[in-house]
T-cell receptor, first 113, second 112 residues
């Protein structure tokens, strides 16, 4: 069974530029998550989708971050404009249902210079 | 609100020695408990999970964890550490219909 796919794996951008990350969850998983992991810290939930609806985006900096999950499958996370403190790993994850085991992708590493 | 603490930021053990990583949680009901491992440059991989039943759970790579309700703990153990076990370990707590909360992680170094 294919795991969670993410791209790009690595991205370096200048501050104030924009960037987008793509995620394809495990087939059949209704719940999709985007986490931000800053170096040396645990993952922090940015947004959670149940099918194509947003369940929790309370920690998403909505002035610069946006995410969508069209058709309830793939998802895109966008940052515009990027700040230096956005340098982090952006982890996409999926689970069959909320609260069930979460399966992570390998992450998209963002460096903002 | 759910919370997870991992008291040890960094642990160093010798190869072949036993290992115990501590995890304490705060949650009102019976939680779902998880341990994940993250190797450098990689995503998080599930080691083991506890939903209910036997409080001693076995995971991959020879790891096990014990759920102790009275102590609100879910410590991870391995009888003999291998050099390839060097990584970051995260404890997480969740529940049906609830989001996960991750601990800050414990970095494990293994001496040859």
């Amino acid at each position: 069974e294919a795991g969670v796919a993410q791209s790009p794996r690595y991205k370096i951008i200048e501050k104030r530029q924009s960037v987008a990350f793509w995620c394809n969850p495990i087939s059949g998983h209704a719940t999709l998550y985007w986490y931000q992991q800053i170096l040396g810290q645990g993952p922090k939930l940015l947004i959670q989708f149940q099918n194509n609806g947003v369940v929790d985006d309370s920690q998403l900096p909505k002035d610069r971050f946006s995410a969508e999950r069209l058709k309830g499958v793939d998802s895109t996370l966008k940052i515009q404009p990027a700040k230096l403190e956005d340098s982090a790993v952006y982890l996409c994850a999926s689970s069959p249902t909320q609260g069930n085991t979460i399966y992570f992708g390998e992450g998209s590493w963002l460096t903002v210079v | 609100a759910q919370s997870v603490t991992q008291p040890d930021i960094h642990i160093t053990v010798s190869e072949g020695a036993s290992l115990e990583l501590r995890c304490n949680y705060s949650y009102g009901a019976t939680p779902y408990l998880f341990w994940y491992v993250q190797s450098p440059g990689q995503g998080l991989q599930l080691l083991l999970k506890y939903f209910s039943g036997d409080t001693l759970v076995q995971g991959i790579k020879g790891f096990e964890a014990e759920f102790k309700r009275s102590q609100s703990s879910f410590n991870l153990r391995k009888p003999s550490v291998h050099w390839s076990d060097a990584a970051e370990y995260f404890c997480a707590v969740g529940a049906s219909g609830q989001n996960f909360v991750f601990g800050p992680g414990t970095r494990l170094s293994v001496l040859p």
